[in-house]
């Protein structure tokens, strides 16, 4: 069965340090991987994706992540945190030929000032 | 990207009763989901609207307790039917983004709230 981990419910980071915010995958063909950011009280964002080609994809916001076919993984990253990137963050994969997103259980990130 | 509306964009409800929400796009669509996510957790699909023909329902989804409208390529309703505080969610529909393979975009949410 398809799905996705978000192994940390929370991640905790200073302004202006680096951040990652992780997420492994589980799916029978080619994945296509998503971020989806979600403030309070509003719908998801989308971040970026990764369908194919170059491993590093970069996003809105100054976002990026990286696809790690071999680690099942495709870790959220950001070189610099801000404040206003305090949010709940959503990894979400399908697999080619289909629509439907799998979504992980969601991480939150809280960046201190 | 598409500009997605929804209303209402909160309720509180009585238990019993039924709510429709609806979600308006400005642009037309082919694909349109319904999403639920409960309180502290993640999204989970109902259904797929595609104009002109029935939904599409997610095992776990049944149409007598979530009926979908689909009357044009802008235009959907979900109706949350003879409800219980189990109901009690967001309720999140978004769109295909045209040119964007495989991309949904969501809009804001229905928080529902039963009693």
């Known amino acids: 069965a398809q799905s996705v981990a978000q192994p940390e419910d929370q991640v905790n980071v200073a302004e202006g340090n680096p951040l990652t915010v992780k997420c492994t995958y589980s799916v029978s063909g080619n994945p296509y991987l998503f971020w989806y950011v979600q403030y309070p009280n509003r719908g998801l964002q989308f971040l970026l994706k990764y369908i194919t080609g170059d491993n590093l994809v970069k996003g809105s916001y100054g976002f990026e992540a990286e696809f790690n076919k071999s680690q099942t993984s495709f870790h959220l990253k950001k070189p610099s945190a801000l404040v206003s990137d305090s949010a709940l963050y959503f990894c979400?994969?399908?697999?080619?030929?289909?629509?439907?997103?799998?979504f992980g259980t969601g991480t939150r990130l809280k960046v201190l000032a | 990207s598409a500009v997605i509306s929804q209303k209402p964009s909160r309720d509180i409800c009585q238990r019993g009763t039924s709510l429709t929400i609806q979600c308006q796009v400005d642009s037309q669509v082919t694909m349109m989901f319904w999403y639920r996510q409960q309180p502290g957790q993640s999204l989970t699909l109902i259904a797929t609207?595609?104009?002109?023909?029935?939904?599409?329902?997610e095992s776990g989804f049944v149409i007598d307790k979530f009926p979908i409208s689909r009357p044009n390529l802008t235009f959907s309703t979900l109706t949350v039917s003879n409800m219980s505080p189990e109901d009690s969610s967001i309720y999140l529909c978004s769109v295909e983004a045209s040119g964007l393979q495989e991309t949904q975009y969501f809009g804001p949410g229905t928080r529902l709230l039963v009693l």
């Open positions: 979400a994969v399908i697999t080619s030929g289909t629509y439907k997103y799998i």
């Open positions: 609207a595609n104009q002109g023909s029935e939904a599409t329902y």
